[in-house]
């Protein structure tokens, strides 16, 4: 995620971008009981997908 929206500060982007959309249910962990799990990955939910799906294409 960090490359694809050009950032670089991993700290920065838990704290403004992954936590929020965490909180407000876009997106949720795949293993939420084990964060630091070595296979963690991040999964929009409906919601999120939604908004993804929203988004125009860059054709």
Do not use: C, W
């Not at 936590?19 to 795949?30: H, I, T, Y």
């Not at 939420?32 to 990955?41: A, E, I, L, T």
């Not at 409906?46 to 125009?56: E, H, M």
């Amino acid at each position: 995620m960090l490359a694809v929206m050009n950032l670089k500060d991993r700290e920065n982007f838990i704290a403004n971008y992954l936590n929020p959309a965490m909180k407000e249910g876009f997106v949720v962990m795949l293993y939420p009981n084990n964060p630091k799990h070595p296979r963690q990955r991040y999964l929009l939910t409906v919601k999120g997908l939604a908004v993804y799906n929203s988004l125009p294409s860059d054709s």
